[in-house]
């Protein structure tokens, strides 16, 4: 059974930084495209970050350009969000999708919450 966990969500103040990391139970997880999507109360969800199956290409909304950075470590079977420079409007729960040609998997979520 496909299992993606999301961990490391969390309260911290603007400015702060927290990584995700997504645990992935799938037979050939290198051949997977790696996506973060996040979803804000009364929002749709929306793609934060993605990262290619060779890690070879990497793509972020505009909204967090710069801060966010994705990363895949495929001996775990794990990808990344780090998180730097976080902002109130960051507030969503995050998830994490793979995907392969019309194969997709998604996680729980994991809530993160920026405030002072």
């Known amino acids: 059974q496909v299992q993606l966990v999301e961990s490391g969500g969390g309260l911290v103040q603007p400015g702060g930084s927290l990584r995700l990391s997504c645990a992935a139970s799938i037979f050939f997880f290198s051949n997977y495209a790696m996506n973060w999507y996040r979803q804000a109360p009364g929002k749709e969800r929306e793609l934060v970050a993605a990262?290619?199956?060779?890690?070879?290409?990497?793509n972020y909304a505009d909204s967090v350009k710069g801060r966010f950075t994705i990363s895949r470590d495929d001996a775990k079977k794990t990808v990344y969000l780090q998180m730097n420079s976080l902002k109130p409007e960051d507030t969503a729960v995050y998830y994490c999708?793979?995907?392969?040609?019309?194969?997709?998997?998604w996680g729980q979520g994991t809530q993160v919450t920026v405030s002072s």
């Open positions: 999708n793979a995907i392969r040609f019309q194969t997709g998997f």
């Open positions: 990262i290619s199956a060779a890690a070879d290409t990497t």
